[in-house]
Nanobody
Framework: QVQLVESGGGLVQAGGSLRLSCAAS????????MGWYRQAPGKQRELVAT???????IYVASVKGRFRISRDNDKGTVSLEMNKLKPEDTAVYYC???????????WGQGTQVTVSS
């Protein structure tokens, strides 16, 4: 059973920064993609950023230039550096891991990020 544990959420003023981290209970070498999604109240969960096994990142347009995703296969972690935060970034952020070979799609329990105006 793969477990993902997020940390680093909190309350920050607009323009501030936060760093989210996600630790996996197993090796993430086999995970094709690791990523972050978010869900705001009353909205569907949406992709924020993903990173491939080879380290190639993909960002949703609204966070490009402000967020940076990174992955450490040795430590089994994926992080999301969030800068210039906006109130519309307020959401519960979820860590995700996908193993295409085994068909695994794993989620963390989420961490709240609140950006005040």
């Amino acid at each position: 059973q793969v477990q993902l544990v997020e940390s680093g959420g909190g309350l920050v003023q607009a323009g501030g920064s936060l760093r989210l981290s996600c630790a996996a209970s197993v090796s993430i070498f086999s995970m094709n993609t690791m990523g972050w999604y978010r869900q705001a109240p009353g909205k569907q969960r949406e992709l924020v950023a993903t990173i491939t096994k080879g380290g190639h990142p993909i960002y949703v347009a609204s966070v490009k230039g402000r967020f940076r995703i990174s992955r450490d296969n040795d430590k089994g972690t994926v992080s999301l550096e969030m800068n210039k935060l906006k109130p519309e970034d307020t959401a519960v952020y979820y860590c995700n891991a996908r193993d295409l070979k085994l068909g695994g799609n794993y989620w963390g329990q989420g961490t709240q990020v609140t950006v005040s105006s």
